[in-house]
């Protein structure tokens, strides 16, 4: 990371943390109010099916604002039951290496599989707000073209070259936490925050994609990553919906 | 409830965004491993018992003998010495003085090989190693070379050859 890209985060983040130092304000109000109600029994299952489509909206930012790489990533969410949330995501990519004695472009598209468990209680059969954490299998097809290279020796001459293209499949593991709050009716915002594990990292041994699209770093084992979700949900009741409980 | 959640969000997600910002930067990583093979040579001679000991030289010049003419260069005393191979092709040879100062005569050491294309990262690319296969070289003040280890790579700790140095 560069000094000036060091400066600007710290600048946001200073920004961001003292907004945060209002929290506390918030946070007593909040609590004197939840000490005077008190806790009802938790319910379960009663909330019907959501079916949620969400985009990743950070990733046309990031895509704007760098020029070597690129990404969009969309995420499919089902709720099943007793908090849990089955999880489908996808999306391509791609990057180009653009470098004095080395040049490729790499392609890839990518799926994961997986579940969400919010650990929030829920309040009401309205109440989709979560906290999350889960866990995805996720796999990639990455092709790489052609990479020209130059090996550079300033005593015997540079020597070109060009090591053929090639086909791989990548594997990884995920977990992840999050949040997802609705902004208005069937309107969903949130952020995953991840980490990911390559499986199979030896096969990226002759030349190690520098991006892949929805795991990061080809040359590194483990990358962690963020996603910001813009989500459209649609909902429908549970055939045998039990009666919400109700506050004693 | 819901509204502190909103409240979290918000800030997480800045916080998020500051990072977002922040690594879009990209650029190269700094190379940080030794990027080129390096053949480590090492002056010897066999002492009165008959071991091998290593003997420094007081002003080494070594030199490449390339297409472009001979590119020298002129160590200070020492019995240890990193040359290069060429990457051009499968064999080099270097000329060897053991004391610029003195005016010794030089021997030429030739050098034969199989090279080996390596990627070593997206910051250092690639480069190539070497498996020796054969080392001559004149006999005026060199008196013979053992190949102790042929794979050169850009491990800067393994030596390959040692020279023994006519008494």
């Excluded at chain 2, 800030?11 to 990583?29: D, G, K, P, W």
């Amino acid at each position: 990371m560069s000094t000036t890209a060091t400066y600007r985060y710290l600048f946001a983040l200073s920004l961001s943390l003292l907004c945060l130092g209002a929290l506390p304000v918030f946070a007593q109000s909040d609590t004197a109010t939840n000490a005077e109600e008190k806790t009802p029994d938790r319910p379960k299952n009663i909330a019907g099916h959501q079916l949620s489509i969400g985009f990743d909206i950070a990733a046309p930012v990031r895509n704007y604002l760098t020029s070597n790489r690129y990404s969009y990533e969309l995420e499919v969410s089902y709720y099943h039951k007793k908090e849990y949330y089955w999880v489908a995501e996808g999306g391509w990519g791609g990057s180009n290496v653009i470098f004095n004695d080395l040049k490729y472009n790499t392609t890839n598209y990518f799926g994961r599989l997986g579940f969400n468990k919010s650990i929030l209680y829920r309040e009401s059969t309205h109440d989709w707000d979560m906290m999350f954490i889960g866990m995805r299998v996720a796999l990639s097809n990455v092709n790489r073209g052609d990479a020209t290279y130059t090996v550079i020796d300033s005593v015997w001459g540079n020597q070109p070259g060009v090591s053929a293209g090639k086909n791989f499949v990548a594997g990884w593991l995920e977990i992840t936490t999050g949040m997802r709050v609705e902004l208005a009716k069937g309107l969903l915002a949130g952020w995953n925050l991840r980490g990911k594990f390559l499986m199979n990292g030896r096969s990226f041994k002759d030349l190690a994609p520098i991006n892949i699209a929805g795991f990061g770093r080809g040359d590194k084992n483990a990358n962690f990553d963020f996603n910001l979700y813009l989500s459209y949900a649609i909902r429908w009741s549970r055939k045998n919906n039990p009666t919400p409980p109700t506050t004693k | 409830m819901i509204n502190k959640h909103k409240y979290n969000f918000y800030h997480i997600a800045a916080v998020l965004t500051a990072l977002l910002f922040s690594s879009c930067t990209q650029e190269r990583q700094p190379c940080i491993t030794p990027k080129y093979a390096s053949l480590i040579l090492k002056t010897v001679r066999l002492n009165a018992s008959g071991s091998v000991v290593d003997t420094p030289m007081p002003a080494a010049v070594f030199g490449a003998i390339t297409d472009s003419g001979t590119k020298g260069i002129i160590f200070p005393r020492s019995a240890t010495f990193s040359l290069s191979l060429s990457p051009v092709s499968d064999s080099c040879r270097w000329i060897f003085a053991p004391d610029t100062t003195t005016g010794t005569l030089a021997d030429t050491i030739t050098f034969k090989y199989n090279r080996q294309l390596e990627f070593i990262s997206n910051a250092c690319g690639y480069t190539y190693f070497y498996g020796l296969t054969r080392v001559t070289s004149t006999n005026r003040n060199i008196d013979s070379i053992i190949i102790t280890n042929t794979t050169v790579t850009n491990n800067v700790n393994n030596s390959h050859l040692q020279v023994f140095i006519r008494p």
